[in-house]
């Protein structure tokens, strides 16, 4: 039988890289043509552990006065590292942000809310030295997928976590969550329960719970065919969002799963969908950053 040109791609490139140590998100992190970006820093340290590392993508002519996207991938809260996200980081860079992809200690090492409180110090490390680098850290915008989308959605309606880390949450312009859990309860499956459930408040621990005036503007999509994280979720948390008055555009993407809804921000994929077209515009408008056909006028800072 003939693998279909990419499932073809990512097998050769998993001997490639060595049988013992390859996944095929490595595979495709290693193969994929990216944008043109600057990758201004890697392993940055945002915190004293081992995970609590960091990569910096700008621009391809270089950050000045950019908007910060903070990009958390994900994988259920377990796995997932940084490196196999360059091209994502790469693609934001191009659409005018600095781009953030953080890492973030994992289960079994820990348990919520630690994954979140890593988020925080991340978006801390972004206020303190975006300006560094060229990014306006007035301008922070959050971006996930899949458990990210869980991390960047309850950095934004959960507060406590920004303020514990030295962040005023107004720095948050607007989230985007692709393909995310937002309204899980009963906890289902091993990791999901080991994750969350030694909580004392579990309904705390979901987003459409938190949602009210104060949440930052947020473009939530799904694709139809998500199996994974039914697009419910996305349905569910737009419904209550709205509700309250929150700014909120919604996109669900016919015949995309779950991982392709973030696999369309690639530039093999991107003609799939317009999620990152979508997505950027949306970030943009809440932002002081126009991009290339974006007719609105970005949000001014306090």
């Given at each position: 039988?003939?693998?279909?040109?990419?499932?073809?791609?990512?097998?050769?490139?998993?001997?490639?890289?060595?049988?013992?140590?390859?996944?095929?998100?490595?595979?495709?992190?290693?193969?994929?043509?990216?944008?043109?970006?600057?990758?201004?820093?890697?392993?940055?340290?945002?915190?004293?552990?081992?995970?609590?590392?960091?990569?910096?993508?700008?621009?391809?002519?270089?950050?000045?006065?950019?908007?910060?996207?903070?990009?958390?991938?994900?994988?259920?809260?377990?796995?997932?590292?940084?490196?196999?996200?360059?091209?994502?980081?790469?693609?934001?860079?191009?659409?005018?942000?600095?781009?953030?992809?953080?890492?973030?200690?994992?289960?079994?090492?820990?348990?919520?809310?630690?994954?979140?409180?890593?988020?925080?110090?991340?978006?801390?490390?972004?206020?303190?030295?975006?300006?560094?680098?060229?990014?306006?850290?007035?301008?922070?915008?959050?971006?996930?997928?899949?458990?990210?989308?869980?991390?960047?959605?309850?950095?934004?309606?959960?507060?406590?976590?920004?303020?514990?880390?030295?962040?005023?949450?107004?720095?948050?312009?607007?989230?985007?969550?692709?393909a995310g859990p937002y309204?899980?309860?009963?906890?289902?499956?091993?990791?999901?329960?080991?994750?969350?459930?030694?909580?004392?408040?579990?309904a705390a621990t979901q987003?459409?719970?938190?949602?009210?005036?104060?949440?930052?503007?947020?473009?939530?999509?799904?694709?139809?065919?998500?199996?994974?994280?039914?697009?419910?979720?996305?349905?569910?948390?737009?419904?209550?969002?709205?509700?309250?008055?929150?700014?909120?555009?919604?996109?669900?993407?016919?015949?995309?799963?779950?991982?392709?809804?973030?696999?369309?921000?690639?530039?093999?994929?991107?003609?799939?969908?317009?999620?990152?077209?979508?997505?950027?515009?949306?970030?943009?408008?809440?932002?002081?950053?126009?991009?290339?056909?974006?007719?609105?006028?970005?949000?001014?800072?306090?």
């Amino acid at each position: 039988m003939t693998l279909p040109p990419l499932r073809q791609a990512l097998a050769l490139a998993c001997l490639g890289l060595a049988l013992s140590a390859c996944s095929p998100l490595t595979a495709f992190a290693t193969l994929t043509p990216t944008d043109r970006a600057q990758q201004t820093g890697q392993g940055l340290a945002y915190g004293p552990e081992p995970r609590q590392r960091l990569d910096l993508y700008a621009p391809p002519q270089g950050a000045k006065g950019a908007p910060v996207a903070v990009f958390f991938y994900g994988g259920t809260w377990e796995d997932g590292r940084r490196q196999d996200y360059g091209w994502v980081g790469r693609a934001l860079a191009a659409e005018g942000f600095l781009a953030l992809a953080p890492d973030y200690r994992l289960y079994p090492e820990v348990a919520y809310p630690a994954f979140l409180e890593d988020g925080a110090a991340a978006v801390a490390w972004a206020v303190e030295n975006a300006a560094r680098y060229g990014g306006d850290p007035s301008q922070i915008v959050l971006i996930g997928h899949s458990a990210g989308a869980y991390d960047a959605v309850m950095l934004g309606l959960d507060r406590r976590y920004l303020q514990a880390a030295g962040v005023d949450p107004s720095r948050i312009r607007a989230v985007a969550g692709l393909a995310g859990p937002y309204d899980f309860l009963p906890l289902e499956g091993e990791t999901v329960r080991g994750v969350f459930g030694a909580a004392e408040d579990l309904a705390a621990t979901q987003p459409i719970n938190l949602a009210d005036a104060q949440a930052p503007p947020t473009f939530l999509a799904t694709g139809d065919s998500d199996s994974v994280v039914r697009p419910r979720n996305t349905e569910a948390l737009a419904v209550a969002l709205r509700a309250q008055g929150v700014a909120v555009e919604t996109k669900t993407y016919p015949g995309l799963g779950h991982a392709g809804v973030l696999l369309a921000l690639s530039r093999p994929l991107r003609g799939r969908a317009t999620v990152l077209a979508d997505m950027s515009a949306f970030l943009r408008r809440h932002t002081q950053v126009a991009g290339p056909g974006d007719k609105v006028a970005a949000r001014q800072t306090p």
